[in-house]
């Protein structure tokens, strides 16, 4: 089994849908949980992160950690063309870890 | 937060020849990564450059084919070595630092995109 695992994508969904992205892992170390954004001809770039379960919420992101299930997924409310990008999971055991990265899913939204 | 210069941004070569890549930092940090990453494809960890040792290797990649330089603390170089068309990638630098909230945040180059003829 792979440590982590990521929705393949790609996916492509209209201006304005709701977007789930979802990651699994299988490391029940991880302690942080993040999602970076990677525009095309860029490296990623960190989008938003939670410690240890629960939801977290930045404007039209919402990003949720099921601990017990090694399932976290990223929401994208009201999507925009703008956020036509890959999405990487990626985990910390540590605040001081090296980051591990998930696959990515190629989102585009079509106006 | 760390900021990353990364060149050449793009190039194309012929198969055989040997292509170096540079990363230029803008604060000191211990360690740097460089990533392959096919177009739509998953990030691969090739190695970490260390300064003052020799580069740590991920399995499947060898220092003959990707020798890494280190001179200090701000600066690294890639080489891909007697390239194939197989070589054809992004190639990214990457670093990791205490961001939001002390976080370990990765931050990464522009890449580099290889293209072997």
């Known amino acids: 089994q792979k440590e982590v695992e990521q929705d393949p994508g790609p996916l492509s969904v209209p201006e304005g849908a709701i977007v789930s992205l979802n990651c699994t892992y299988s490391n029940s170390a991880f302690q942080y949980f993040m999602w970076y954004r990677q525009y095309s001809r860029k490296g990623p770039e960190l989008l938003m992160y939670t410690y240890s379960s629960g939801n977290k919420e930045d404007g039209r992101f919402t990003a949720q950690v099921d601990k017990s299930s090694k399932y976290i997924s990223l929401f994208i409310r009201d999507s925009q063309p703008s956020d036509s990008a890959t999405y990487l999971c990626a985990f910390l055991k540590t605040s001081y870890d090296k980051v591990i990265f998930g696959p990515g899913t190629s989102l585009s939204v079509i106006p | 937060s760390a900021v990353i210069s990364q060149k050449p941004s793009r190039d194309i070569c012929q198969r055989g020849t040997s292509l170096t890549i540079q990363c230029q930092v803008d604060s000191q940090v211990t360690m740097m990564f460089w990533y392959r990453q096919q177009p739509g494809q998953s990030l691969t960890l090739i190695a970490t450059a260390n300064q003052g040792s020799e580069a740590t290797y991920e399995s499947g990649f060898v220092i003959d084919k990707f020798p890494i330089s280190r001179p200090n603390l701000t600066f690294s170089t890639l080489t891909v070595s007697n390239m194939s068309p197989e070589d054809s990638s992004i190639y990214l630098c990457?670093?990791?630092?205490?961001?939001?909230?002390?976080?370990?945040?990765?931050?990464f180059g522009q890449g580099t995109r290889l293209t072997v003829v």
């Open positions: 990457s670093v990791e630092d205490p961001g939001e909230g002390a976080l370990t945040e990765a931050f």
